[in-house]
C-alpha cells in the first residue's frame, strides 16, 4: 500500500545519501565551486512514485519572485512582476509548500534528506559539520525559469537537486545551469533518477533554463545543506 511504498522510498533515498556514488561527488564538490552529475541514482519506481504524489497534489501555486532593492527577493503578484523591468525579475514557476499530509511517498523522500543519520553520514563526506537548511518543491511548466543567482546566504554549503521527471529531451529546456569561481559552466539536463551535487555559497551561481515544451514539466526538490549556526 501506499504507506510501504513511503517506508520503501525513505529506504531507497537513505541508501542513495549513505552511499559511496554520492560520498565521492561530496569530497571532490568541497574543494571547487562548480557541479557533479551522477546518473539513475534513484530507482524508477520510486521516481514513478514521487512524482505520482506531486502530480496529484492540489497545493500548488505559481509564484513570482522580483530582486529587491537591498538584494534580497520579495514574492509578488503577477501584475507587479510584469510591470517590473526584466534585470528584476529572479524567477518563476510553481511551488509545493505543504504537501498533502497522505503523500507518503514524498514525505519518504523528504524524511529521508532530513534525517539525522543521513546528514551525519554526509558532512562526514564534506569533512564539515553540517545542517539541513531547506528544500524547495518545484515545478517548471512552459515559460517558467529561474535566473541566475548565488546562494551566499544560511552559511550554505551544498545543495542535492533531485530530478523526478522522466521523458526529458533536448529542446525541452529546464536545464540547471552551474558556474563556477574558476569560470568553468556545467550544463545539467533535468533527466528523472539523476542527482545534481552543486557547491552553493560566494562564488557559485546557479540558474535554471526556461521550459519550452507545452507537454513536459520538470518536477524537482532542491534540498540545501550548510554549516550549523550557533
Request: aromatic letters at 10%.
Amino acid at each position: 500500500d501506499d504507506q510501504n511504498r513511503g517506508l520503501e522510498v525513505y529506504r531507497e533515498v537513505s541508501s542513495v545519501l549513505q552511499g559511496e556514488t554520492l560520498g565521492c561527488a561530496l569530497d571532490r564538490i568541497r574543494t571547487y565551486s562548480g557541479a557533479e552529475v551522477l546518473n539513475g541514482l534513484l530507482p524508477d519506481r520510486v521516481c514513478v512514485w514521487i512524482l505520482e504524489d506531486l502530480v496529484s497534489d492540489p497545493g500548488w501555486n505559481e509564484e513570482w519572485w522580483i530582486l529587491a532593492d537591498d538584494g534580497s527577493v520579495e514574492s509578488v503578484a503577477v501584475d507587479d512582476f510584469t510591470r517590473s523591468v526584466c534585470e528584476r525579475r529572479f524567477s518563476w514557476n510553481d511551488c509545493l509548500r505543504r504537501p498533502k499530509a497522505d503523500s507518503w511517498c514524498l514525505r519518504g523522500f523528504l524524511a529521508a534528506i532530513v534525517d539525522k543519520k543521513n546528514i551525519a553520514t554526509l558532512a562526514d563526506r564534506y569533512r564539515s559539520e553540517i545542517t539541513f537548511k531547506s528544500a524547495d518543491i518545484a515545478r517548471y511548466r512552459e515559460g517558467h525559469w529561474l535566473q541566475r543567482h548565488c546562494d551566499d546566504f544560511e552559511q550554505r554549503c551544498f545543495g542535492l537537486v533531485w530530478f523526478l521527471s522522466r521523458g526529458w529531451r533536448p529542446g525541452f529546456g529546464g536545464e540547471l545551469i552551474v558556474a563556477g569561481d574558476a569560470g568553468a559552466t556545467c550544463e545539467i539536463p533535468p533527466r528523472g533518477g539523476d542527482v545534481a551535487v552543486i557547491a552553493l555559497g560566494s562564488g557559485s551561481y546557479h540558474q535554471v533554463r526556461s521550459v519550452r515544451s507545452g507537454d513536459w514539466q520538470r518536477y524537482s526538490v532542491a534540498a540545501h545543506y550548510g554549516r550549523r549556526v550557533n
